[in-house]
């Protein structure tokens, strides 16, 4: 059982920009494919960005296309998501996911398609 811990979240003003970090203490990063995910409230969790094991492919959900950016560093075990120019839609709680595996986007965006989860983030972008 891979334990995903996330951190970095906060508030911000819109306009503005966080990097969100996903560590897995005590396992290896860099064998699984890696997922952001975000749920607002009231909503469904969505899906944001993912990176594949070597960080060669990334897939982005359109609303977050050219703000968003999604990388890995496997020699640290970490994952991040840089996010910028931030609107107050963006304001959910933001998980990290792990897979074994690395499928085409429309795979990927799926909520089940995701093995492993962290227990998120806040994020808040006030107006």
């Known amino acids: 059982q891979v334990q995903l811990v996330e951190s970095g979240g906060g508030l911000v003003q819109s306009g503005g920009s966080l990097r969100l970090s996903c560590a897995a203490p005590?396992?290896?990063?860099?064998?699984?494919?890696m997922g952001w995910f975000r749920q607002a409230p009231g909503k469904e969790r969505t899906f944001v960005s993912g990176?594949?094991?070597?960080?060669?492919?990334?897939v982005n959900a359109d609303s977050v296309q050219g703000r968003f950016t999604i990388s890995r560093d496997n020699a640290k075990n970490t994952v991040y998501l840089q996010m910028n120019s931030l609107k107050r839609e963006d304001t959910a709680v933001y998980y990290c996911?792990?897979?074994?595996?690395?499928?085409?986007?429309?795979?990927?965006?799926?909520?089940?398609?995701?093995?492993?989860w962290g227990q998120g983030t806040q994020v808040t972008v006030a107006s």
């Open positions: 996911a792990a897979s074994r595996n690395w499928d085409t986007r429309q795979v990927v965006e799926n909520y089940h398609y995701w093995d492993y």
């Open positions: 990176i594949s094991w070597s960080g060669g492919h990334t």
């Open positions: 005590g396992y290896t990063l860099s064998t699984y494919s």
